[in-house]
């Protein structure tokens, strides 16, 4: 398990003590916001609004929040203005990170992630130096207590996803960025909870980082990025091997 999947795997697990769930609907209701600015307020006419959507049902969001969110990016209610910026850099170990930002005060959100990658022994790049490194593809992410690995996989499979993923806890399901909504639809059909649905970033290759003292700035600094009010999203292409994971919890 490496990239994307082992870092969604910390943050569930994390997730069980940390008390973050205001932040992750401040970030889920300003995707919905731009997305519907961008695209206009029909879920089925605007694919990023659908996924924005679906992200935020997956995480339990009011209807009535995920409605006013639309509302403001559409100019029914007056919201504020942001402006997407991609950052990019290597944190630890040469890992290759990318940082998903909307922002309202570019220099704040610069100042704070250069200085959040210093910090912790990484430093933040040029445009275009690690991006390179990623796909862009849809993950979803199903609990596999009580799922069947066969019926999941039919579903799956058959409504367009490349590939399922089994992990210790869970399943991970890939999608093409066209093929994600058809995905996410037949699973809600079927049935089935997901714990996470997105378009990601997922990283060609992965780099092992072996030791615990890189290992563990390296936790601290997608910690850090994530936990800023003006990050959407974070990915990295790292390995970290799970008996050190268990010594840094």
């Known amino acids: 398990m490496s990239g994307h999947s082992k870092w969604s795997t910390i943050k569930r697990k994390k997730g069980a003590n940390d008390a973050k769930r205001g932040k992750i609907f401040t970030k889920l209701i300003k995707e919905i916001t731009v997305a519907a600015k961008m695209g206009g307020g029909d ?142 639809e037949n699973l809600e059909k079927s049935g089935i909870t997901m714990a996470e649905a997105s378009l990601s970033m997922v990283p060609k290759n992965t780099v092992d980082v072996t030791e615990e003292k890189p290992a563990k700035s390296l936790l601290k600094l997608l910690d850090l990025l994530e936990d800023h009010d003006d990050v959407q999203k974070v990915h990295a292409n790292f390995d970290i091997p799970d008996e050190i994971i268990e010594g840094l919890s």
């Open 43 to 184: 879920i089925d006419g605007n694919p990023r609004l659908r996924s924005a959507v679906t992200a935020a049902k997956s995480e339990n969001m009011p209807k009535d929040n995920i409605d006013r969110a639309i509302k403001k990016g559409i100019g029914d209610l007056d919201g504020a203005v942001y402006d997407e910026i991609l950052y990019e850099g290597y944190g630890p170990g040469g890992v290759a990170v990318l940082v998903e930002t909307m922002t309202d005060n570019k220099n704040r959100t610069v100042a704070d992630i250069r200085h959040y990658f210093a910090k912790c022994n990484g430093n933040l790049g040029e445009s275009g130096c690690v991006a390179w490194m990623f796909d862009k593809q849809g993950v979803i992410v199903v609990d596999a207590e009580g799922v069947d690995e066969e019926e999941l996989m039919d579903i799956a499979i058959e409504a367009g996803a490349d590939d399922v993923v089994e992990d210790d806890t869970s399943f991970q399901i890939l999608t093409t960025p066209d093929s994600f909504n058809e995905v996410v």
